[in-house]
């Protein structure tokens, strides 16, 4: 599938939606249904601390650093009405940060060896590139400086209720693959009257292209939450398939 087609389909939603998607899956929130960063303590303390956000949406995860003392936030995202947004959350609150509009695969005026934290909060899965993006990311981060990033489990697009003939009514409660987790083609999603176009990439994807770009994998936490898989009264499809697989996974690394 072509690249430029594929970015230009992914930025022509964001434009368009990102009013829809104003302030969710930030942090705190890692993902859904997911622990969060007040239970994996990923961070730590930021004050003083450069940080720069690949996909960084509407802005919140940047707020939420500033509101621990970060001393500088730059944020990258493909769509200008994302950053829109994000500048006017900001300022809102009494914060700027530096903001470049651009796929997160392109050449960016960006320092190297700058910052002490990069970061994506479902955002890294949109590259069309993985490993060119984590090199730029590796480059970007002054030496043992940390990347934390989260996206979607694999397993969460692989593996799908069983129907009946109805093909609305589960079949006792049972999971199956509907997809080959070894399948990494992209495919188009409708969502919200438009389209997205993704790829599902194997978790052994993500940790090799990190180690070739320079990385060493510190933790991975693919839970769900605490509350989710002890609360009995959500009986939604959504609920019970996070009580049996990761709907979605983090990790962070270090540069060496």
């Known amino acids: ?58 802005g919140h995860s940047l707020k939420y650093h ?7 936030l730059w944020g990258v995202d493909i769509s200008h009405k994302q950053l829109e947004n994000a500048d006017a959350y900001l300022k809102e609150h009494g914060y ?76 006792n409660n049972t999971l199956i693959f509907n997809k080959s987790y070894f399948d990494e083609s992209y495919f188009s999603m409708p969502i919200d009257g438009s389209e997205i176009i993704l790829c599902n990439r194997k978790i052994s994807s993500y940790i090799n292209a990190l180690a070739k770009a320079g990385f060493v994998v510190e933790q991975m936490a693919e839970q769900t939450d605490k509350e989710t898989m002890e609360n009995a009264e959500d009986i939604s499809d959504k609920t019970k398939k996070a009580k049996m697989l990761p709907l979605s996974f983090c990790i962070k690394a270090r540069k060496l």
């Open 1 to 58: 599938m072509n690249m430029e087609q594929i970015l230009k389909t992914n930025k022509t939603y964001w434009d368009s939606k990102a009013d829809l998607w104003f302030g969710t899956t930030a942090l705190p929130t890692y993902g859904v249904k997911f622990v969060t960063e007040d239970d994996l303590h990923l961070f730590g303390d930021v004050s003083g601390k450069k940080l720069l956000e690949i996909c960084c949406g509407s």
């Open 96 to 171: 700027t940060a530096k903001f470049i509009c651009s796929p997160m695969e392109a050449e960016l005026n960006i320092p190297t060896n700058y910052f002490d934290f990069v970061y994506s909060i479902y955002g890294i899965g949109w590259t069309t590139d993985l490993q060119g993006t984590f090199r730029k990311i590796a480059s970007y981060l002054r030496k043992n400086g940390i990347f934390i990033f989260s996206w979607h489990h694999t397993l969460n697009y692989c593996v799908a209720w069983s129907c009946n003939e109805r093909k609305d009514v589960i079949e």
């Open 66 to 72: 500033a509101d621990k003392g970060a001393a500088e």
